[in-house]
């Protein structure tokens, strides 16, 4: 994958730092009444297009659902690597880098 297709990369990174087996993303389903799925972590809500790319790479995967019906989500082998590869490629990033990318996307 290029750096480019990943959505919002800065804030992608936060959400793989933050999935653990403790604190899975959930994914609340839409209904029929034209409300679609909805996915947070720790309470706060992840952007749709991350949420799809990581759920579309691989990155995360499905391991139950919550008493409520919402889909616990986690990470994958290659999903640890990948939050592996974007931490180490983080903290390569001079300050101005970052809040470019952090910024711009």
């Known amino acids: 994958m290029l750096p480019?297709?990943?959505p919002q990369r800065a804030?992608?990174?936060q959400v793989l730092r933050l999935i653990s087996e403790f604190e899975p993303i959930l994914m609340l389903t839409g209904d029929d009444e034209g409300y679609g799925s909805r996915w947070t972590i720790a309470g706060q809500q992840v952007q749709?297009?991350?949420a799809r790319y990581l759920m579309e790479s691989g990155f995360i995967t499905e391991i139950g659902k919550t008493?409520?019906?919402a889909?616990?989500?986690v990470l994958t082998e290659s999903g640890q690597a990948f939050r592996e590869h974007g931490v180490k490629w983080w903290s390569e990033l001079n300050f101005l880098e970052?809040?470019?990318i952090?910024?711009?996307g």
């Open 98 to 100: 970052k809040l470019k």
């Open 4 to 6: 480019t297709s990943i």
């Open 67 to 69: 008493e409520f019906g």
């Open 71 to 73: 889909r616990k989500l």
């Open 11 to 13: 804030e992608t990174l």
């Open 102 to 104: 952090t910024v711009l």
């Open 48 to 50: 749709p297009a991350i």
